[in-house]
T-cell receptor
Framework: AQTVTQSQPEMSVQEAETVTLSCTYD???????LFWYKQPPSRQMILVIR??????QNATENRFSVNFQKAAKSFSLKISDSQLGDTAMYFCALNNNDMRFGAGTRLTVKP | EAGVAQSPRYKIIEKRQSVAFWCNPI?????LYWYQQILGQGPKLLIQ????????DSQLPKDRFSAERLKGVDSTLKIQPAKLEDSAVYLC??????????????FGEGSRLTVL
């Protein structure tokens, strides 16, 4: 069975600072994809960043980067230069033929 | 490119009534997913279709929930009879083809159900 665990229900960060959201997962497969999705209040889920498990290089998208540790089954998201618009629920997800989500981390960026 | 369309956006019903949600995926997407997201939780997969066939419905409460994608395009999720614990947002998502794509899902805005 595939499981995704996010151990931080809520986090906050000051505008312009850096924050890291944690995620661990469990799967018996070797090939899979990992994702971070953002869900702003009352708005739809959008993709933040994607990591392919067979790639060792950590993915980066502008201010967003991941620390992918395959052996440890860890996939954290770092947000640099946090902006007020980053306030949202963030979900870690694992996809190997079907997408499973963690419980989410509510991030608040404070001015 | 049009996104994933869902309707209705909001629905309020009393327990034991029935409700249906509709989803139209992105054109050309073969894989369609229905998720249930209870307030404060992550989305839980209810059912996954590949064209008009079911790939995974292991977490669908089949005594009250049903879903179909008869022509392999749009889909309907039905709940009958509804229970209080069915209050949630029902998310529809699609992807090109789960067997060969990048794994990214594209989500609709969701249908929020309140059961009184």
């Amino acid at each position: 069975a595939q499981t995704v665990t996010q151990s931080q229900p809520e986090m906050s960060v000051q505008e312009a600072e850096t924050v890291t959201l944690s995620c661990t997962y469990d799967t018996s497969e070797n090939n899979y994809y990992l994702f971070w999705y953002k869900q702003p209040p009352s708005r739809q889920m959008i993709l933040v960043i994607r990591q392919e498990a067979y790639k060792q290089q950590n993915a980066t998208e502008n201010r967003f980067s991941v620390n992918f540790q395959k052996a440890a089954k860890s996939f954290s998201l770092k947000i640099s230069d946090s902006q007020l618009g980053d306030t949202a629920m963030y979900f870690c997800a694992l996809n190997n033929n079907d997408m499973r989500f963690g419980a989410g981390t509510r991030l608040t960026v404070k001015p | 490119e049009a996104g994933v369309a869902q309707s209705p956006r909001y629905k309020i019903i009393e327990k034991r009534q029935s409700v249906a949600f509709w989803c139209n995926p992105i054109s050309g997407h073969a894989t369609l997913y229905w998720y249930q997201q209870i307030l404060g939780q992550g989305p839980k997969l209810l059912i996954q279709f590949q064209n008009n066939g079911v790939v995974d419905d292991s977490q669908l409460p089949k005594d009250r929930f049903s879903a179909e994608r008869l022509k392999g395009v749009d889909s309907t999720l039905k709940i009958q009879p509804a229970k209080l614990e069915d209050s949630a947002v029902y998310l529809c998502a699609s992807s090109l083809d789960f067997r060969s794509d990048t794994g990214e899902l594209f989500f609709g805005e969701g249908s929020r159900l309140t059961v009184l």
